[in-house]
């Protein structure tokens, strides 16, 4: 494998990164509710389920969802029902006032938001088949191990960097501040999104 292969993945799934999907939806709501500390746990938890999706790609996955179609497709039954469960808690919570220091409701605590974030990225068997089709023309046969590990190595960080800067920016005093005044509307908004998300899964 040459280093030009291995930047390619690092940016194609950088770029894949960045773009709009259930987990930006989450991260920021996290980041405005909960706070940066809660946000960095979910990116963290995002980079893990990231990183175990390009494990299980390296490993044969996609190619197990090509011969397995049901796997796949309850796999992807299973992410568009946890996404949409998700999406009814927001809904039926949204005109509950915004949680803080005078509320009974603490924040998220950072083992709860990283079990969250890992678990809402490995509801999405469709990462795999993602880096799937990346892997087979950057990947050659017979890649050192090492080559191996820096790829899933670089995935967790593109991942974990790229919601933490998420988390910085949606964790402001202002953001939150805002969210607190738009919260019913912000996160009907939200829940609607995830259930479009849910249902792209499922459908998809």
Known sequence: MTLAAFLSIVAIHLAAAASPGPSFVVCLRVAARDGFRAAVAL?????????????????????????????????????????????????????????????????????QAYRFGVLTFATNPKTAVFFGAIFAGLVPPGTPLLWLAAIVAAVFVNETLWYILVARLFSTERARRGYARLKSAVDRGFAGLLTLFGLKIALG
């Open 43 to 111: 990116a963290l938890g995002f980079g893990t389920g990231a990183a175990l999706w390009a494990l299980a790609a390296l490993a044969g996955l996609a190619l197990l969802f090509q011969l397995v179609p049901a796997l796949f497709l309850g796999l992807k039954l299973v992410g568009a029902a946890f996404l949409i469960w998700i999406a009814i808690a927001m809904w039926r919570h949204a005109k509950e006032p915004l949680e803080g220091p005078d509320t009974d409701t603490p924040p998220m605590r950072f083992a």
